[in-house]
């Protein structure tokens, strides 16, 4: 084959040339192009993240969940501009296992939780094997913050910066006075303020205030990117610290309720003061925010035997009966999501994380948990729920289990902390029907025999399969 000559050769050699250069425009200008574009996605795409955790919260203990003697108007407000679940579970009816479950989006005792942490310095907690939401956040290029109370560890590889969280406040055991910030129990007693792994001295200052404001900094530095923050209060979670004005506003009520009370509206207001950071930044419809208490209110004398309420159900903290378990909780993304609607459908605290990944467009970073996503039901009253049979296992106070198959629940090793009377029956294994007697007082064990044991097989070969993974 003849090459052309002359200036033929010179004509197709410019043509080739151009159409070269050409395509390298193109690609670059593509190039070019995606990475704004990610760049783009990077800083105003994906929605920022908070997850509220109160502490020891009684099941109605709001307004917009029933209580008829609290002032909530920021919690009241997140539910009426966002969804409010009425059939919600925590992970566990104690702190520790609660937050493993909400963190990795696994039944606690696959988290390596089945039971309280210690809160002893230098004793380790959750594994770091384990794979939390702040890693999940973190990998997708998230800002990460721990700000409040942790119980999932308190040696170094165990504590938040080594759980995914970029920096960290607040204590590490199960709980501080708030203004001495010390953790009084059997003693020695010692103190218990930790700034990205380090103590810290804020001496007089009111714990709640100290988070608002740590929070509140790390949002406004972090404003131009994505962030999750993990804001956990202390309260109400003994002891009762409430304002002295909220403490007026409710001298009427009986002791203890009075206290309980007044650190309730303290809490509501230090929520408030988070979200109305949120607002002033003009972040609010870019930010996803999570409410939810841990568990039951507690009936400890260190509590002065309650405060909380769980209106009808039975049961309060380290229970399985529903006042133990059974939760307020609300999801709020104005624009997005639904605003000043209840949801019935079952959901749990181990939901949060996929709801989460699938509402922000970030990828799990460890697919094998026991959450499901809730978007569908957030979207829709009429979605079915996408939880079959659901589980709980606590290691503290007798191996207590439960499993839960539509309205039937069934409960092992029973215990009732609201200071209700069990038979020895009761005790062994306790079958309600939760449709027909939401308030557990009738054990349906002996008529159902065949359910029963059913529903204990389920448990047991749940339980045979759940060791804690990787």
């Not at 696959?110 to 890693?135: D, F, I, L, W, Y």
């Not at 159900?313 to 605003?339: C, D, H, M, N, T």
């Not at 009377?421 to 008529?447: V, W, Y």
Request: net charge negative; aromatic share 10%; with cysteine.
């Amino acid at each position: 084959m003849k090459l052309p000559v002359g200036n033929n050769s010179i004509s197709l050699k410019g043509e080739c040339l151009m159409r070269v250069i050409w395509h390298l425009f193109l690609a670059l200008f593509c190039f070019t192009a995606s990475g704004l574009a990610s760049a783009a996605d990077q800083a105003t795409g994906k929605p920022n993240v908070i997850v509220i955790l109160t502490d020891d919260q009684g099941t109605i203990d709001a307004n917009c969940f029933g209580a008829k003697d609290l002032e909530t108007p920021h919690i009241d407000g997140l539910a009426a501009r966002g969804v409010r679940l009425t059939q919600f579970y925590a992970a566990a009816p104690v702190c520790s296992p609660s937050r493993a479950g909400l963190l990795t989006g696994r039944y606690p005792v696959r988290g390596g939780v089945p039971g309280n942490v210690s809160s002893t310095a230098g004793v380790a907690g959750m594994p770091t094997t384990q794979v939390t939401m702040a890693e999940t956040f973190k990998a997708a290029g998230y800002a990460t913050a721990h700000i409040g109370k942790w119980h999932l560890g308190y040696s170094e590889d165990t504590m938040p910066l080594a759980q995914g969280f970029q920096t960290s406040f607040g204590h590490m055991g199960g709980c501080i006075d708030n203004f001495s910030h010390f953790f009084y129990w059997q003693g020695p007693n010692r103190h218990d303020l930790h700034k990205d792994g380090r103590e810290v001295q804020r001496p007089g200052r009111f714990f709640p205030d100290l988070m608002v404001e740590e929070a509140s900094q790390f949002i406004g530095t972090n404003r131009e990117r994505p962030f999750f923050v993990y804001f956990a209060l202390n309260g109400p979670h003994y002891p009762y610290q409430g304002d002295p004005r909220w403490l007026e506003r409710y001298k009427d009520l009986p002791y203890p309720r009075n206290l309980y009370a007044a650190f309730v509206s303290s809490i509501d207001e230090r929520i408030g003061g988070l979200l109305k950071r949120v607002d002033e930044l003009g972040l609010r419809e870019k930010t996803i925010v999570v409410f939810q208490s841990d568990h039951g209110h507690s009936t400890e004398e260190r509590a002065h035997l309650g405060g909380g309420s769980a209106g009808i159900y039975r049961g309060a903290k380290f229970s399985l009966f529903e006042g133990g378990i059974r939760v307020p909780a609300i999801i709020s993304w104005p624009g997005r999501l639904p605003q000043g609607e209840a949801r019935s459908q079952l959901a749990h605290g181990c939901d949060w994380l996929p709801t989460l990944a699938a509402l922000a467009a970030v990828p799990l970073v460890e697919p094998d948990i026991d959450g499901v996503n809730l978007v569908p039901i957030l979207n829709s009253a009429d979605a079915a729920t996408p939880h079959g049979l659901v589980h709980w296992h606590l290691s503290d106070l007798g191996e207590q289990w439960a499993v839960r198959d539509g309205d039937w629940k069934l409960i092992g090793n029973v215990k009732d902390s609201s200071g209700g009377e069990l038979s020895a029956d009761d005790k062994k294994l306790f079958l309600a029907n939760l449709s027909e007697d939401p308030t557990e007082r009738r054990n349906l064990a002996e008529q159902h025999p065949d359910l029963v044991c059913k529903l204990l097989q389920a448990h047991e070969s749940w339980a045979a399969s759940s060791v804690p993974k990787r």
